[in-house]
């Protein structure tokens, strides 16, 4: 069997809002704490939808429109550069499960 | 005056519904608030729900089997090198009668269902135009006046209550804002969930995995399935697909340096796995984070004046390797918090003093008890020898026994003891036995 990547597999996500030029961001980084002084930018890569990367002069980035609304974030940043909400039904994103 | 509910109940999910149930039968008024579209629409598990106290909230559920995608039938412990499994294998007409103890649920599925029985229960119930479950709505705070819970606030608007029951789940952004849990909780006791829902045509399922009606297979599996990381993997056989992951320490991880979709792939592409899954197709990939059961993952209380915590929110959730429990933790704490709520309604008192009442059941029911007395486990399965070596050990083990050359065959306690020479010491093995006695 083939390996499925991620964009395929976020692909199949549902989201809210979908339709939406704008949405709110529910979680808020702090990324000049990753680029400073953060010794593992753990968040590239615990995160299972790379809501988290690097550009390309290697600075870490946030993008929370492919969020599936896990926590791992939340968890594994250790820097005090995560602040995590709940998106708003309304104007944010976040998911539908369709099996869950 | 703002009307008044005897109970909010903060999120759809197993708790929160349970409880729902609860209070629809013993008459009281209360509405239940969930941030998703629909009740389960946020929820991720892997999952089995354990038990048989969905019994007790609705009644020969399986008279109308729409809730849950299969019975547990089959057992199947897989310890994993790179290339072999090694299986304990159990499957039984024992498990085929209801109450079955063992339902694998889709959580979309399931919760949506139970919201529909609960929504039945409302309609008979002594007030059918007085308790609500309301979708699409974030609670945002918890309302306070003189250090005890009145209420909630979403948006601009403001419930009261005289109770709230938070059953928001393990990201349990409430309990922290109260004030019973730390802002900021460290990744040591917390792992991160990772699954694939893959279909098959029905008829190939049941085939391949030897299931007959909705009779389904519950898998676990520990060592090379998660890559060095703690913790372990799962496959579960619904009605026309098949759930697979992997459950990992948020912390190992992130000191691994490892991707958990990565880990994934490897996990999939191992030769005894692969042939579980050809020619499924995926349909959903999500993610959910999980505590470990380790209880310095708690909060601090799971009561207050106005206030109780249930279910996955007080991180009620264990895994002492046999099976992983939450839902059914949930489920029976979310119906003891109703009952609480019952009992503190007919005294009139809804102080902390009255609602402790919810910790004590609580801690008499087997939801508490097995917590503490599978601390152990938890701490265990911790180790790498657990979920690392012994596998390896075990794989090793069974190479050496179902191998037939033509040599001469070493007597049984010859390769054991060949094997455990290759991989651990003798002393580190009497020690491992000697913890797995104590704690399992």
Known sequence: MKDINLSERLGLVAYRNQGRSRAEPHILVDTSICNS????????????????????????????????????????CDQGAVTWTYPDPEVGRGVTWNFG | MEEKFDCIIVGGGIAGLSAAMVLARGGARFLLIERGEFAGSKNVSGGVLWGTDLARLVPEYWTDADGFERFVRHRRLTFMDEASAFSLDFKSAHFDEPPYAGLIVLRARFDQWLAGKVEEAIAESEHP?????????????????????????????????????????????????????????????????IKEVLRFDRARLEDRYQLHGLAGLSNEFVGYCSRGVEGGGFLYTNRESVSIGLVLGVKDLREKGLKPYDILNDF???????????????????????????????????????????????????????????????????????????????????????????????????????????????????????????????????????????????????????TIKDRASYWSLIKLAYNASRSL
Request: overall charge negative; glycine content about 8%.
């Open chain 1, 37 to 76: 002084v953060c010794p593992h930018h753990c968040t590239t890569y615990v995160c299972p939808a790379e809501c988290y990367k690097y550009d390309q002069e290697g600075q870490v980035f946030f993008q929370f429109e492919d969020c599936i609304e896990c926590g791992t974030c939340m968890y594994a």
């Open chain 2, 268 to 418: 999939k592409n191992h030769p005894a796995v692969a042939d579980m899954l050809r020619d499924g197709e995926e349909v959903e990939y999500s993610a959910h984070t999980v505590s470990s059961g380790d209880m310095r993952v708690m909060p601090r209380e799971i009561y207050a004046d106005g206030l109780l915590v249930a279910g996955e929110a007080a991180n009620l959730l264990i895994n002492a390797g046999k099976a992983i429990q939450g839902m059914d933790y949930a489920m029976r704490s979310g119906i003891l918090a109703a009952e609480a709520v019952l009992d503190a309604k007919q005294k009139a008192d809804f102080s902390k003093e009255i609602l402790a009442s919810y910790r004590a059941a609580l801690e008499e029911s087997f939801v508490m008890k097995d917590i503490r007395s599978f601390q152990g486990a938890v701490e265990l399965l911790h180790d790498p020898m657990m979920y690392q070596t012994l596998p390896e050990m075990i794989c090793d083990f069974g190479r050496e026994f179902f191998t037939i050359q033509s040599r001469p065959t070493p007597k049984t306690r010859e390769m054991l003891r060949e």
């Open chain 2, 129 to 193: 135009d007085g308790s609500f479950l309301a979708t699409s709505i974030l609670v945002e705070e918890v309302v306070r006046r003189e250090g005890r819970v009145t209420g909630i606030r979403a948006g601009d608007e403001t419930f009261y209550a005289d109770v709230v029951i938070l059953a928001e789940g393990v990201n349990n952004l409430l309990t922290r804002q109260v004030g019973l849990q730390d802002d900021y909780v460290p990744a040591d006791h917390i792992m991160i969930g």
